[in-house]
Nanobody
Framework: QVQLVESGGGLVQPGGSLRLSCAAS????????MGWYRQAPGKKRELVAT???????NIADSVKGRFTISTDNAKDTVYLQMNNLKPEDTAVYYCNAKTRTALIINYWGQGTQVTVSS
């Protein structure tokens, strides 16, 4: 079991920055991967950025060059630094953790709203 608690969402103007944090209830070095997904109204949930236990990252093309994912193993926390935000980045952002034994199991946070608007 993994509990995830996100923070850092809010309202920001276009071109602004936000940093999302996701604190896990267990040692994140033991997880297969962690990451961020988002869901805008009327759209499917989509991958934003992920990082594996081997530090391999995967960043969506739509945010590449603007968003950065990082981890702090000492704090069991994953971050999403979002720069040069655009209105189309508006969504609920969800933290995700994956464990892997015979199967990959997904755990989700409660979500945090990010609104980009002037």
């Amino acid at each position: 079991q993994v509990q995830l608690v996100e923070s850092g969402g809010g309202l920001v103007q276009p071109g602004g920055s936000l940093r999302l944090s996701c604190a896990a209830s267990r040692n994140i070095a033991s997880l297969y991967a962690m990451g961020w997904y988002r869901q805008a109204p009327g759209k499917k949930r989509e991958l934003v950025a992920t990082v594996t236990s081997g530090s391999n990252t995967n960043i969506a093309d739509s945010v590449k060059g603007r968003f950065t994912i990082s981890t702090d193993n000492a704090k069991d926390t994953v971050y999403l630094q979002m720069n040069n935000l655009k209105p189309e980045d508006t969504a609920v952002y969800y933290c995700n953790a994956k464990t892997r034994t015979a199967l990959i199991i997904n755990y989700w946070g409660q979500g945090t709203q990010v609104t980009v608007s002037s």
